[in-house]
């Protein structure tokens, strides 16, 4: 199997060179440069490129618009003066990556570098603050049906549930851990989330996802496996810098499906 990997290379190949600008002005330069970005979100059409666009800023637009692979970021942070999200379209083809990146829907940051920069431009979309104490292990495995269950208990206001799903499953949470607290901090601890999906186009499109949750201490990947006669759900430390790991992981399982397919 052929393995993807995301790892730096040359320094000054990983230098991304960045343009930030209005829905309007992307579109019009996007247009100049016969590329079609009328997917993108926000308000507002394009405007007249009074002047013609940069080779380089062409061939990073075109090589956006007919990408091998990719990722779709979506992150969503909530905070004290509200709720944050911020979305990010990565393309790789050729060598290089193109990046359009917004919060608002209404300026984008386009970059493009080449793809031995990729491991800081992923990381730069998932890098946030965060300044609360380890509440959690480093690594958590439960069933999934009682992180799921203890959820819908919460939301509909049934805690006497809570007490039955934790004396059923307490014996698979591992040595040491208080269950009700643990399925209690899982729940009413997570700040955030992340939501990546890798895409391969060729020969045909195949993707995968990939899912983190923000505690008060940071990033916990999400994922499930099958148990002995279960399915259960792993939670994991991450940092910013660990999502290139990750989406170099999925990428090589599904270029792998893409080709097979």
């Not at 019009?28 to 997917?39: E, K």
């Not at 990010?88 to 829907?105: E, I, K, P």
């Amino acid at each position: 199997m052929t393995t993807v990997e995301l790892a730096p290379a040359r320094p000054l190949d990983q230098v991304p060179r960045q343009l930030v600008l209005d829905r309007p002005s992307l579109l019009g330069i996007a247009d100049a440069c016969r590329v079609q970005l009328d997917w993108l979100p926000g308000s507002g059409g394009a405007i007249s490129c009074a002047a013609e666009p940069a080779p380089e800023v062409c061939a990073a637009l075109t090589r956006f618009a007919s990408a091998a692979d990719g990722v779709d970021l979506d992150v969503v942070v909530r905070g004290r003066d509200g709720t944050r999200r911020a979305r990010s379209w990565q393309r790789r083809r050729g060598g290089w990556v193109t990046s359009l990146a917004t919060v608002d829907g209404g300026d984008f940051e386009l970059t493009w570098c080449a793809d031995s920069g990729w491991p800081a431009v992923l990381a730069r979309a998932a890098r946030v603050r965060t300044s609360g104490r380890p509440r959690l292990p480093a690594v958590v495995d439960l069933p999934l049906e009682l992180l799921v269950g203890v959820g819908e208990a919460r939301a509909s206001g049934r805690t006497h549930v809570i007490d039955e799903l934790v004396r059923r499953y307490a014996g698979r949470l591992g040595p040491g851990a208080d269950p009700r607290r643990l399925v209690a901090d899982l729940h009413t601890g997570v700040q955030g989330r992340l939501r990546a999906v890798v895409v391969s186009y060729a020969p045909r499109p195949a993707a995968g996802v990939i899912e983190w949750l923000l505690f008060p201490d940071g990033w916990r990947s999400l994922a499930t496996y099958p148990g002995d006669d279960l399915t259960m759900v792993r939670l994991a430390a991450r940092t910013a810098d660990h999502l290139a790991v990750d989406v170099a992981a999925t990428l090589t399982s599904v270029a792998a499906r893409a080709r097979s397919a």
